[in-house]
């Protein structure tokens, strides 16, 4: 198998995983999970819809299946930037890549002492926020580009 082909595997095993997780978390109130609201009163209501059962099956999503995507994204949207781009553009993108791999780990952190009823939701609403705005170029674009050779071959 080619390399493209690889990657192209990579990044669509990638984005199914990201919509088995939005499947697995339209479950809980609201339809998603505490990573994909991003205002104060979005999260208070989501807590206190959650019964005990909610919370133990996200922690358990936080801990595992959340943090597993964390790192594989940032392997994966690492290697199309590696591939597709050169000097201080590749830079700039691996730099919001890991900058957005950080923050998702950071988020994932409050995630879980949100969770617990430890608070922290302007930390938790910080890092989620910083995540989708600095992984947006080097994940959309490298999506993109690796489709388009894909196709094209």
Do not use: C
């Amino acid at each position: 198998m080619t390399r493209l082909n690889l990657l192209f595997a990579a990044t669509m095993l990638g984005l199914a995983y990201l919509v088995f997780s939005l499947v697995y978390f339209a479950q809980f109130p609201l339809w998603r999970s505490l990573d994909f609201l991003i205002l104060p009163g979005q999260i208070e209501r989501a807590l206190a819809a959650y019964s005990p059962a909610d919370i133990a099956a996200h922690i358990r999503a936080v801990r595992v299946w959340d943090n597993i995507f964390v790192a594989y994204y940032g392997v994966v949207i690492s290697l199309l930037v590696l591939r597709y781009w050169q000097g201080p553009v590749r830079a700039i993108y691996l730099a919001l890549l890991w900058m957005a791999v950080v923050a998702d780990y950071v988020e994932n952190y409050y995630s879980l002492r949100l969770l617990a009823g430890e608070g922290g939701i302007w930390p938790h609403i910080v890092a989620t926020w910083i995540k989708f705005w600095v992984i947006s170029l080097p994940m959309n674009l490298g999506i993109l580009r690796v489709w388009r050779e894909w196709r094209g071959r």
